[in-house]
């Protein structure tokens, strides 16, 4: 596509629930990231897919996070139990050589 | 670990003037550094990259600088605008193995008044 797609845009969930985020980066793009943006916070590195390459998974803040990257191409983040801190913007970015192109996010609340 | 600081939290400047946004780091020296925008909303966009082998880089109204010795970059927007304003990030690429993944900084939030 044009752009990368996020999905859902907005998402409310109880705490202690399971969620999935997608995100469709550009046709092309090998490498895939996924960061999140707190209020008032700067973004904080969480995966980072390149090619078929093992994933650098450094930034995933507990086991509750997982992603995975299908085909090369379409990226879930899944976070289990959530949490009330887990609430925050969820933003994917793809590149194929420098210069991030990011979705506009999905914004995780959880009550 | 790698710590960024931008200047200011908010910089407000007058329509026409230049706008200088700074960006400061304290430990090793990137290979790439680079500079978003980001409106209210939306994820940030990509506007330039400057490598460490580089003192400057210009697009358009932007100019980008680069000190190494100063641990340091200076973001320029020259005859600045109303809708120059958002808030702008910078970006550290460690470079090497860890080529492509991005330490980010705060950002600055700017305000161009008319």
């Known amino acids: 596509g044009a752009g990368v797609s996020q999905s859902p845009s907005n998402k409310v969930t109880e705490k202690g629930k399971d969620v999935e985020l997608r995100c469709d980066p550009i046709s092309g793009h090998t490498a895939l990231y996924w960061y999140r943006q707190s209020l008032g916070q700067g973004l904080e590195f969480l995966i980072y897919f390149q090619g078929n390459s093992a994933p650098d998974k450094s930034g995933l803040p507990s086991d509750r996070f997982s992603a995975e990257r299908t085909g090369g191409s379409v990226s879930t983040l899944t976070i289990q139990r959530t949490q009330q801190e887990d609430s925050a913007v969820y933003l994917c970015?793809?590149?194929?050589?420098?210069?991030?192109?990011f979705g506009s996010g999905t914004r995780l609340t959880v009550v | 670990s790698q710590k960024i600081e931008q200047n200011s939290e908010a910089l407000n400047i007058q329509e026409g003037k230049t706008a200088t946004l700074t960006c400061n780091y304290t430990n090793y020296s990137p290979a790439y550094l680079q500079w978003y925008r980001q409106d209210p909303g939306r994820g940030p966009v990509f506007l330039l990259l400057?490598?460490?082998?580089?003192k400057e880089k210009r697009k358009e109204r932007l100019k980008v600088t680069f000190d190494t010795t100063l641990k340091q970059s200076l973001f320029h927007i020259t005859a600045s605008q109303p809708a120059d304003s958002a808030t702008y990030l910078c970006?550290?690429?460690?470079?090497?193995?860890?080529?492509?993944?991005?330490?980010f900084g705060q950002g600055t939030i700017l305000t161009v008044h008319p």
């Open positions: 400057i490598r460490e082998n580089e």
């Open positions: 970006a550290l690429d460690r470079g090497g193995t860890s080529y492509g993944k991005l330490t």
């Open positions: 970015a793809s590149s194929l050589d420098y210069g991030y192109t």
